[in-house]
């Protein structure tokens, strides 16, 4: 069969039709066609006639999870949009560096392991780059003054701290997602301002963007001296004190025997949660400790936080010092599991009455830890039990 000739066809949509190949000078004919849709089809490869379509202005192949070969695209210089997600290809198409009108890249759940050096760097055009699983520069990205919207992985904190330093003096994208680390799956952020940090050694200072909304430490080994507040390694790229900070999440850090120092403590958050740091023994960690009983109490106010889960953390004795609250009016989620040197719990809560409608949950393992810890509130222990799930697992 001859390749069909429609010249003055300029759009193509066959999303989720079978197409299980394309001849190969299916598009010898279609000069004229900008966008072709081929999304949801058990493709394998395109044929290499796609390479001339010049006026060609979107190539959509999303979820095509056979596709595995997609032809040179150097000629396509005015192409806009390059959709590949959950695709099977395994490096960049060819001359994806000459694509300099490019807006949207979206690599999501694709093999790509990589994005060359040299290529994003020339895509001056760049709104929107979705390639989570995938290594980019981060100096590169930097160098994109109209993005808008990046999730990616970052070869390490210095390729972060390149990349933060591209934005000195204007403002960073409205939404970004940074990757670091090794993990074969990304952790989800659920906010769109967020960076995690895996399968990394913390040890010098890392800058992170001053708006940050989410943070996830996970897999991590922390490399200064163990009586040090892990936080206190983090640092804005200017003066502030991470009061967009929402949702932290610390999960089986290495060597960290403390997390916040009191002057670090994010006074915005809405959740920490804190597991299987085994060496962790306290979370906000005072430079003092009085013996002085008649001192008045010190408050660490977080007034936004709704949930607080502390998991699997063996040597945890203590949220805060002694002479020290936390005071948590918005508390609605506490969990607590297989912390058993823990016996305080210094929280001021919303006021519970004997009869109130509150829908605060709470999670505790084992049973015998509820009974034995300690509440500063003399009331708060039998107010909030029934409030109280026992887990077995």
Same mark, same amino acid.
């Given at each position: 069969?001859?390749?069909?000739?429609?010249?003055?066809?300029?759009?193509?949509?066959?999303?989720?039709?079978?197409?299980?190949?394309?001849?190969?000078?299916?598009?010898?004919?279609?000069?004229?066609?900008?966008?072709?849709?081929?999304?949801?089809?058990?493709?394998?490869?395109?044929?290499?006639?796609?390479?001339?379509?010049?006026?060609?202005?979107?190539?959509?192949?999303?979820?095509?999870?056979?596709?595995?070969?997609?032809?040179?695209?150097?000629?396509?210089?005015?192409?806009?949009?390059?959709?590949?997600?959950?695709?099977?290809?395994?490096?960049?198409?060819?001359?994806?560096?000459?694509?300099?009108?490019?807006?949207?890249? !979206?690599? #999501?759940?694709?093999?790509? *392991?990589?994005? $060359? @050096?040299?290529?994003?760097?020339? +895509?001056?055009? /760049?709104? =929107?780059?979705?390639?989570?699983?995938?290594?980019?520069?981060?100096?590169?990205?930097?160098?994109?003054?109209?993005?808008?919207?990046?999730?990616?992985?970052?070869?390490?904190?210095?390729?972060?701290?390149?990349?933060?330093?591209?934005?000195?003096?204007?403002?960073?994208?409205?939404?970004?997602?940074?990757?670091?680390?090794?993990?074969?799956?990304?952790?989800?952020?659920?906010?769109?301002?967020?960076?995690?940090?895996?399968?990394?050694?913390?040890?010098?200072?890392?800058?992170?963007?001053?708006?940050?909304?989410?943070?996830?430490?996970?897999?991590?080994?922390?490399?200064?001296?163990?009586?040090?507040?892990?936080?206190?390694?983090?640092?804005?790229?200017?003066?502030?004190?991470?009061?967009?900070?929402?949702?932290?999440?610390?999960? !089986?850090? #290495?060597?960290?025997?403390? *997390?916040?120092? $009191? @002057?670090?403590?994010?006074?915005? +958050?809405?959740? /920490?949660? =804190?597991?299987?740091?085994?060496?962790?023994?306290?979370?906000?960690?005072?430079?003092?400790?009085?013996?002085?009983?008649?001192?008045?109490?010190?408050?660490?106010?977080?007034?936004?936080?709704?949930?607080?889960?502390?998991?699997?953390?063996?040597?945890?004795?203590?949220?805060?010092?002694?002479?020290?609250?936390?005071?948590?009016?918005?508390?609605?989620?506490?969990?607590?599991?297989?912390?058993?040197?823990?016996?305080?719990?210094?929280?001021?809560?919303?006021?519970?009455?004997?009869?109130?409608?509150?829908?605060?949950?709470?999670?505790?393992?084992?049973?015998?830890?509820?009974?034995?810890?300690?509440?500063?509130?003399?009331?708060?222990?039998?107010?909030?039990?029934?409030?109280?799930?026992?887990?077995?697992?």
């Amino acid at each position: 069969m001859s390749p069909p000739k429609c010249p003055m066809l300029t759009t193509l949509l066959l999303p989720g039709c079978g197409i299980k190949s394309i001849p190969e000078g299916f598009f010898n004919h279609m000069d004229g066609l900008k966008m072709l849709k081929l999304s949801l089809n058990p493709i394998k490869s395109l044929p290499n006639s796609i390479s001339n379509l010049k006026n060609l202005t979107a190539l959509l192949l999303a979820c095509c999870d056979h596709l595995e070969y997609v032809p040179s695209l150097s000629k396509l210089r005015v192409l806009k949009e390059l959709d590949l997600r959950a695709t099977k290809i395994r490096e960049v198409p060819h001359g994806m560096q000459n694509l300099l009108s490019l807006k949207y890249v !979206d690599l #999501k759940l694709s093999i790509v *392991l990589e994005i $060359p @050096n040299g290529i994003l760097s020339k +895509l001056s055009c /760049l709104q =929107i780059l979705n390639v989570s699983e995938t290594l980019v520069s981060g100096k590169e990205v930097g160098k994109l003054k109209k993005l808008e919207m990046v999730e990616g992985r970052f070869y390490d904190f210095q390729d972060l701290s390149m990349y933060l330093q591209g934005f000195h003096g204007r403002e960073e994208p409205p939404k970004y997602i940074i990757h670091m680390g090794k993990r074969p799956f990304p952790v989800a952020i659920l906010t769109t301002k967020g960076i995690e940090l895996g399968d990394s050694n913390i040890s010098n200072q890392i800058m992170l963007p001053r708006d940050i909304e989410e943070l996830y430490a996970g897999n991590c080994t922390f490399c200064c001296h163990v009586n040090y507040p892990l936080f206190s390694r983090f640092v804005l790229t200017s003066l502030g004190t991470f009061s967009s900070l929402t949702y932290l999440e610390i999960r !089986d850090v #290495k060597n960290m025997k403390k *997390l916040f120092s $009191p @002057n670090c403590v994010p006074l915005n +958050l809405q959740v /920490l949660k =804190i597991s299987l740091c085994v060496q962790l023994e306290e979370i906000i960690a005072l430079d003092f400790e009085s013996d002085e009983r008649g001192m008045p109490t010190l408050e660490f106010s977080l007034l936004k936080l709704k949930k607080l889960v502390l998991e699997w953390l063996p040597e945890l004795k203590s949220i805060c010092n002694v002479d020290a609250m936390v005071v948590c009016k918005s508390l609605n989620w506490i969990g607590v599991r297989d912390c058993p040197k823990l016996k305080r719990m210094p929280l001021k809560l919303p006021q519970v009455p004997p009869f109130s409608p509150l829908k605060l949950r709470i999670y505790v393992k084992p049973k015998e830890w509820w009974e034995s810890a300690e509440w500063d509130d003399p009331d708060a222990k039998s107010l909030l039990k029934r409030f109280v799930n026992f887990v077995i697992w």
